[in-house]
């Protein structure tokens, strides 16, 4: 009868989810559409994975212990979620050192910057992304042709996104069937089989990691569903409008960054809406600006700059869209 | 079939450890200890000197005013002092300490088994035996029964709700007391409605005690106006406001209480104490406490004395296993950490749950990643998470604007926050300074 008793205010317990177990749960989410990666686009998008995470952890770990000088935080596996998700989004033959500037952009600047873990108000990832595309214009936008380890790395065989044809046929005055002849199936793109940055490909594998996220409850389905849900209501109404001048809905929902912005980029926890409501409404933003941009904006392909756009809108999101109180508008009987 | 509420709640684990054990009467202590005040509301003052004997059931403090409640000697024996002793919530208070001799009771408690099912008293007579007899609410809030069985002029009630959801995880002495004090309970919650002028009442279940449901609906049939709701299980589902959503979709305004929609909730325990008092006229002088964990050797539910020693009934359960970290009072969720186990049972004791050392411990806390899991699980609709941080910055009135009184403290929040942070300890801080500064306003 020693023992020394501990006090403490209620609860007495805890759900076992932590932080870390939320965050290897996405990298095991990511897995499949890892290994579509591979797949397609061989040693380029080992090397580049490996990179990117190394180098985002790496950072992460300089910035904490010799900037702040706090306690290294690489353990959550945050750094490691980032590194994954910027090697998703970039094309699988960009050099190495382009891939470290992306990651200390990522992490040191657009993450650490505000204070590391839960404080950056745009996702590291596309922060990082983003900066590329506008540094490195030619790098970023040379796609290499899927070709399993006969690929390559930095010498691969490149090739244009659909979405890249697209824009540019049609801005040549090209009808969106003529387009179609050139791009991949439909069923080939559900596969991922096409040019691009090397995570996004695989909408199939992209699924699967999103109906494990479902199932373990580490995301809900709100962001998700708005947005492709709104991605596939817009280009809807413009393709029954004018079917020559625009893609159908399924060729927008297949390609470029749509699949990996709607189930892993913009359901950052820490970059998107606390509420139902809210995320609902951040979806539908995402979804629009997506459409806006891939139809009359100066690049193809616009998902990032969308979310980015509605990073922003966040803390407005969290400070008006309330959940419902209880007891605050009763109506009874 | 099932209902529950709809908004928020959480899927702790169960851990009902004690489920199959039937209620042990436990042997008398050598002394108790009775504090003066284990009711909400003005302590009770002491009617008894030291060294004068008294009697099972004699009063020993009588109420001070309407809300308060009488206390009445759980053993016979000799008064041995009066002194100040720290109970269950930490805090010195006044107590009787009896020296136990024998087990006299006096003469007008009904000590017989017999069950007895018809109601004689009238509305007033049930309600003075409850106040007499010193009847609190049993769930763990022990707010005196008389003046929750009044209704106010201008009020309304047409349902009586008994709780017999026990939400609360490892707890089983409601569980316990529904099965083995089934007409007794339905007889108590008669009473219950009777007193309140009533003809409907609702008892209340989760869909984990599956043989209490099958039990009362079978007993209920004999019972006018009496049902059984079974309820899906969800925490907080024994917080009031929740209940009466679940059970009838009415909705408690913010701010307001159960009468504003014309319900009254009872726990079960309570339940069988009206029984008590006004079939058997026995004061509350003893009830069910379930003492469990996961290293205790014989975890069970005891029927104790009011004013027993916790280690006594630690002791009847196998004694304190070696690793024990934590010894709580009430339920995990919400129950309270005890410092040392030399505190008496009160009325509002309905279990002893003994933690392992590595339970005991509070995990590393990690930044706030805005999961918004706090928030979805939050039954009253709050923001948890921007409450804690209001409270955290000494932001009063935004704590205020965004209702930080609504909480009723059940800990979803805390529980379920993945980077383990404190949210409920910063929510009761900005709660109690908002609550203050909101009193100091009206008598400014």
Same mark, same amino acid.
């Given at each position: ?23 290897? %749960? ?6 499949p ?27 992460e ?10 306690k290294?935080s ?5 750094a ?22 992306? *990651?200390?952009? *990522?992490? %040191?600047?657009?993450k ?32 290499? #042709? ?26 040549? %005055? ?15 793109? +559900?596969?991922?089989y ?10 199939a594998?992209?699924i ?22 709104t ?14 001048? +625009? ?6 929902l ?11 980029? *913009? ?10 409501k ?26 990032? +700059? ?7 809108? #966040? ?13 605050k ?5 | 079939? &099932?209902k529950?509420?709809?908004?928020? !709640? ?21 002394q108790?200890t ?16 030291? !060294? ?5 059931g004699? @009063? ?16 016979? $024996?000799?008064? /041995? ?7 269950t ?8 300490? @009896? ?19 018809e ?15 010193g ?7 022990t &707010?005196?029964?008389?003046?929750k069985?009044?209704v106010?002029?201008g ?18 002495s409601?569980h ?5 004090? $089934?007409?007794?309970?339905l ?17 209340? @279940?989760?869909? /984990? ?13 004999? &019972? ?12 907080p589902? $024994? ?8 059970c ?66 630690i ?21 309270k ?15 002893? =749950?003994? &933690? ?13 990643i ?10 009253? $609709? ?6 804690a ?33 404190p ?6 801080l900005g ?10 306003? =009206?008598?400014?």
């Amino acid at each position: 009868m020693n023992n020394i008793l501990n006090v403490s205010p209620s609860p007495h317990q805890q759900s076992p989810e932590t932080t870390r177990k939320l965050m290897y %749960g996405v990298v095991i989410a990511l897995l499949p559409a890892l290994a579509a990666s591979i797949y397609y686009f061989g040693v380029g998008a080992i090397i580049v994975t490996l990179t990117s995470v190394l180098s985002c952890v790496a950072v992460e770990y300089v910035v904490s212990k010799y900037i702040l000088k706090v306690k290294p935080s690489i353990s959550d596996g945050s750094a490691i979620v980032t590194g994954l998700l910027l090697a998703f989004n970039v094309p699988s033959n960009l050099p190495v050192h382009v891939i470290v500037i992306g *990651a200390i952009i *990522a992490i %040191g600047v657009a993450k650490m910057t505000f204070g590391g873990l839960g404080n950056n108000p745009f996702n590291p990832a596309l922060v990082g992304r983003v900066f590329l595309l506008i540094s490195f214009p030619v790098q970023m936008t040379s796609w290499p #042709v899927p070709s399993g380890f006969k690929t390559g790395y930095t010498d691969a065989v490149t090739g244009a996104t659909p979405l890249g044809l697209l824009s540019e046929g049609v801005r040549n %005055g090209e009808t969106v069937s003529a387009i179609m002849e050139k791009v991949p199936s439909h069923m080939q793109m +559900f596969y991922g089989y096409m040019g691009g940055s090397m995570g996004e490909v695989a909408a199939a594998a992209l699924i699967i990691g999103g109906i494990y996220l479902l199932w373990k409850k580490i995301i809900t389905w709100h962001i998700p569903v708005s947005i492709l849900l709104t991605v596939t209501v817009f280009t809807g109404i413009l393709w029954l409008a004018n079917p020559v001048k +625009f893609a159908d809905p399924l060729f927008h929902l297949l390609t470029g960054g749509l699949m990996l912005g709607a189930i892993f980029m *913009a359901t950052d926890y820490v970059t998107s809406p606390m509420t139902h409501k809210g995320m609902i409404i951040y979806g539908i933003g995402i979804g629009v600006i997506t459409v806006l941009i891939r139809n009359w904006g100066a690049y193809p392909e616009g998902v990032s +700059f969308a979310i980015l756009i509605m990073n922003a809108v #966040v803390p407005l999101l969290n400070m008006y869209i309330k959940p419902r109180r209880f007891g605050k508008e009763v109506k009874n009987g | 079939m &099932f209902k529950t509420f709809p908004q928020g !709640g959480i899927h702790p684990p169960d851990n009902k450890l004690t489920v199959d054990k039937p209620i042990v009467v436990l042997p008398l202590p050598s002394q108790v200890t009775v504090p003066v005040s284990q009711h909400i509301g003005a302590p009770a003052t002491p009617v008894v000197e030291k !060294g004068e004997a008294v009697m099972t059931g004699q @009063i020993i403090a009588r109420a001070k005013g309407f809300v308060s409640a009488n206390i009445h000697s759980p053993v016979s $024996g000799k008064v /041995n002092k009066i002194e100040l002793v720290t109970d269950t919530t930490g805090y010195k208070q006044m107590a009787v300490m @009896i020296d136990v001799e024998g087990d006299e009771w006096i003469e007008t408690i009904d000590r017989t088994v017999t069950f007895v099912k018809e109601v004689a008293m009238t509305r007033e007579q049930i309600i003075e035996r409850c106040q007499l007899c010193g009847l609190a609410g049993m769930g763990g809030a022990t &707010f005196p029964t008389h003046i929750k069985l009044t209704v106010p002029a201008g009020k309304k009630c047409d349902l009586v709700i008994i709780n017999g959801v026990e939400c609360e995880p490892y707890l089983t002495s409601d569980h316990r007391l529904m099965l083995e004090k $089934g007409p007794e309970v339905l007889t108590g919650t008669t009473i219950i409605m009777k007193a309140l002028g009533v003809e409907k009442a609702i008892i209340g @279940i989760e869909a /984990n005690k599956p043989d209490a449901i099958n039990h009362l609906t079978v007993l209920s049939k004999d &019972f006018k106006g009496v049902t059984v709701q079974p309820l899906k299980v969800k925490y907080p589902q $024994g917080g009031e406001k929740q209940l009466i959503k679940a059970c009838t979709g009415l909705e408690v305004p913010s701010g307001g209480l159960p009468l504003d929609v014309g319900v009254v909730v009872q726990n079960v325990g309570t339940a069988f104490a009206v029984y008590e008092a006004v079939q058997k006229n026995k004061p509350l002088i003893e009830r069910v406490v379930t003492v469990t964990g996961k290293s205790v050797s014989n975890p069970g539910n005891f029927l104790v004395r009011i004013g027993t020693p916790v280690t006594r009934l630690i002791e009847a359960a196998g004694g304190m296993p070696d690793d024990t970290g934590k010894v709580v009072n009430g339920g995990p969720m919400m129950g309270k950490a005890l410092a040392m186990t030399d505190v008496p049972v009160t009325k509002g004791t309905s279990g002893i =749950i003994l &933690f392992p050392a590595e339970e005991a411990q509070r995990s590393e806390v990690m930044p706030c990643i805005r999961c918004g899991k706090c928030s979805s699980a939050c039954a009253m $609709g709050l923001e948890p998470y921007l409450l804690a941080a209001a409270s955290e910055r000494s932001m009063w009135e935004k704590a205020e604007k965004e209702k930080i009184t609504d909480c009723m403290e059940c800990g979803a929040c805390s529980y379920t926050c993945p980077a383990k942070r404190p949210l409920l300890d910063y929510i009761r801080l900005g709660k109690t300074t908002v609550m203050r500064l909101a009193r100091e306003r =009206i008598t400014k």
